[in-house]
């Protein structure tokens, strides 16, 4: 009950937002209040209250849809069921299903304890009118008034401890936008990526990553276990990504305009360091919400793609891949030397001219030591 007051008073928020705005900008989104959104019972999308003829009782088998996080995740389910039965083509209509529910819901899924962006809002400051926030964000998302700042850049030590990590911190409000478009692009693209990918993807974490490659390693193929491994890193991935590439292969499956428009938006926002301001033309914020998907939509056709259709067929025993985000480890046939030709000419170019560390080494047990090439 209480999620639905909540859901319903940003709608209220909405309403009162649009009719504010509406005298302003002629590209302002209409906003249907949540009270009366209907769900009908062929489970099509809800339609506003002047498309219906009437209100119908509970026991007539139709009810007001509830905006809670159930409705958000039958949402999700309907458009990755579009996905499926729209394989290998774009879908044009997806930001409709984002409302207040589904920001309320975005809002609810977003850290609350990270670092503040540059305009050092807090989630504490942000909920004070939380309701009133939302519904002016989803109203400036939609209508494409929407700016995004640039990102706050630090820098945090790695694990070798010579070398740091460029981290970029968003606003607290664009880490509920864009995690409420990542909720948007996830169903749609865990329709076509692969098995062998498991960074930053719901239901799957390093814990399956390592199981499989132990399992094709070592595991179920004991009889012809596996000679060699090629541990691949894409160095400074998340700063080189190449933009008109990610732009061509978002036109394949995501041509909606609010949400293109969004992305774009993102991708060009500036960096902030040390109170310079400066605009990057290639890369993603390594630390925004949205970077991981839009990295695993560029290495899924670069990378995954590109090692099922070019790569195992050419090799005469078994080659499987095993990939984390931007880091991945190939299990090639006993001479690995025509694969690290391949990745080397192949691979590179797509990804915008990577360098790519590729190490050789036998599994744990083996008699030589690790060999780098």
């Not at 928020?13 to 302002?28: D, L, M, N, W």
């Not at 981290?167 to 880490?175: A, F, M, N, Q, V």
Request: hydrophobic share 35%; proline share 6%; glycine share 8%.
């Amino acid at each position: 009950m209480s999620e639905a007051k909540d859901a319903a008073a940003v709608s209220r928020s909405e309403s009162s937002k649009q009719a504010e705005v509406r005298g302003r900008s002629s590209r302002s989104v209409p906003v249907v209040p949540f009270e009366e959104w209907r769900t009908g019972t062929d489970g099509s999308q809800p339609v506003g209250k002047e498309c219906t003829r009437k209100k119908e009782e509970p026991l007539r088998g139709n009810t007001a849809a509830t905006p809670r996080a159930a409705d958000v995740s039958t949402k999700q389910q309907r458009i990755a069921q579009l996905a499926e039965q729209m394989r290998g083509k774009a879908l044009t209509s997806l930001s409709h299903h984002i409302d207040g529910a589904w920001l309320l819901e975005a809002w609810r899924r977003t850290r609350k304890d990270g670092a503040v962006g540059v305009d050092g809002q807090s989630a504490q400051q942000y909920a004070e009118n939380l309701h009133g926030n939302l519904a002016d964000l989803l109203d400036r998302a939609k209508s494409g008034r929407y700016k995004a700042p640039p990102v706050r850049r630090v820098h945090i030590p790695k694990g070798d401890g010579k070398s740091t990590r460029p981290i970029g911190i968003p606003t607290l409000e664009d880490k509920v936008l864009q995690r409420a478009i990542v909720m948007a692009l996830e169903p749609v693209y865990e329709a076509d990526f692969k098995s062998c990918s498991y960074g930053f993807r719901p239901g799957k974490s390093a814990h399956d990553a390592l199981e499989a490659l132990w399992q094709q390693s070592m595991g179920a193929w004991q009889e012809r276990p596996v000679r060699w491994v090629l541990d691949v890193d894409i160095k400074s991935y998340f700063d080189t990504l190449h933009h008109p590439h990610l732009r061509q292969m978002l036109d394949k499956r995501i041509r909606d305009g609010v949400i293109r428009r969004l992305i774009d938006k993102w991708l060009k926002a500036g960096v902030m360091e040390k109170g310079n301001l400066s605009y990057q033309e290639a890369g993603t914020p390594q630390g925004g919400v949205i970077s991981p998907l839009l990295s695993n939509i560029y290495l899924h056709e670069v990378l995954d793609e590109w090692f099922e259709c070019e790569v195992q067929p050419r090799m005469r025993g078994r080659a499987f891949l095993v990939r984390y985000a931007d880091d991945f480890d190939s299990l090639p046939p006993p001479h690995p030397l025509a694969l690290r030709a391949v990745l080397r000419t192949v691979c590179l170019a797509p990804l915008g001219c990577h360098r790519l560390r590729v190490r050789r080494r036998r599994p744990a047990g083996a008699a030589s030591p690790a060999q780098t090439l």
